[in-house]
């Protein structure tokens, strides 16, 4: 599903404009990221959780030489999945 497909779905599914429903998505998505740029984690009950994971560093290969390479340490965007959303996809 594109992100176009998803603004055409909400609004269809809450019975408003595209370009609302667009509105929405654009600041569903800014707010978790801003959440998760600050290290918080965002619950939505029943659906999931995002989160931010630290990765350690690491020594990686370079598969087109063999060659060993240093891989910096980072943090990333986690996604759980919770029971209600589980449910649904089984």
């Known amino acids: 599903m594109t992100k176009a497909e998803l603004v055409a779905s909400i609004g269809k599914e809450a019975k ?15 707010a978790v990221t801003k959440a998760l ?4 984690k965002l619950t939505l009950t029943g659906f999931g959780t995002f989160s931010v994971a630290k990765r350690r560093a ?6 087109q030489t063999g060659k060993e390479i240093k ?6 965007a986690k996604f759980k999945a919770g029971n209600l959303l589980k449910k649904a996809v089984k």
């Open 16 to 30: 408003i404009s595209k370009a609302s429903a667009e509105k929405t998505l654009n600041a569903f998505t800014n």
């Open 37 to 40: 740029k600050k290290g918080d």
């Open 58 to 63: 690491r020594t990686g290969r370079n598969p």
């Open 71 to 76: 891989i910096p340490a980072t943090r990333v």
